[in-house]
């Protein structure tokens, strides 16, 4: 079947812009997750829904981050007054169970 | 909070080769973890995980890990490597009240011919 699905692959954006970048989980899948992956480095966490609310979103690192899952399948990142720093790839997730995510190929982010 | 060290950012191995990658963890009970393996322009995917029992798990592409508690460590190995097995591979821990994963740096290897 499909796997995560992430819009668009690639993002330019002039430093300012507001930004939305778009998951599409595997379907059935009730939590889905989104990571922020900078150059030379692991993924790390930003945001968990389970179902339509966010479950946990310790990991966004200020209040220009938000992310939102309407119906429960497909979620925004969604990102103000973007910054250079911004730039990395952001990967999304998902999974039916505790533990075991499938992961999209990401959206690379570049801010200039 | 849980948190993973890849002590190797590249490592470089001839095909045929036998290959271990290293993982240490920290975290304060049984965890869960996982290694993913990441080519160029991919997404994650999934090699394996432990959750719990046996302490030697077996992944797809001829991959095996072992969980070492005495050692806080989770490392990946391949009897023979391909050319194929050429990409970055994490490592990654997970609270069992969490959902969320903490990843390593990764770890980059390089198959010679």
């Known amino acids: 079947g499909a796997g995560v699905s992430q819009t668009p692959s690639n993002k330019v954006t002039e430093k300012g812009k507001y930004v939305e970048l778009r998951c599409d989980p595997i379907?059935?899948?009730?939590?889905l997750y989104w990571y922020r992956q900078s150059l030379g480095q692991g993924p790390e966490f930003l945001i968990y829904f389970q179902g339509t609310g966010a479950a946990d979103d310790s990991g966004l690192p200020n209040d220009r981050f938000f992310a939102v899952r309407p119906e429960g399948s497909v979620s925004t990142l969604k990102i103000q007054r973007t910054e250079r720093g911004d730039s990395a790839v952001y990967l999304c997730?998902?999974?039916?169970?505790?533990?075991?995510?499938?992961f999209g190929p990401g959206t690379r982010l570049t801010v200039t | 909070a849980q948190s993973v060290t890849q002590p190797d950012i590249h490592i470089t191995v001839s095909e045929g080769a036998s290959l271990e990658l290293r993982c240490n963890y920290s975290?304060?009970?049984?965890?869960?973890l996982f290694w993913y393996v990441q080519s160029p322009g991919q997404g994650l995917q999934l090699l394996l995980k432990?959750?719990?029992?046996?302490?030697l798990v077996q992944g797809i592409k001829g991959f095996e890990a072992e969980f070492k508690r005495s050692q806080s460590s989770f490392n990946l190995r391949k009897p023979s490597v391909h050319w194929s097995d050429a990409a970055e591979y994490f490592c990654?821990?997970?609270?069992?009240?969490?959902?969320?994963?903490?990843f390593g740096a990764g770890t980059t290897v390089t198959v010679r011919a």
């Open positions: 990654a821990v997970g609270a069992r009240n969490d959902y969320k994963l903490s």
């Open positions: 432990y959750f719990s029992g046996d302490t």
């Open positions: 997730a998902s999974s039916l169970t505790l533990g075991e995510q499938y």
């Open positions: 379907s059935g899948h009730t939590a």
């Open positions: 975290y304060g009970a049984t965890p869960y």
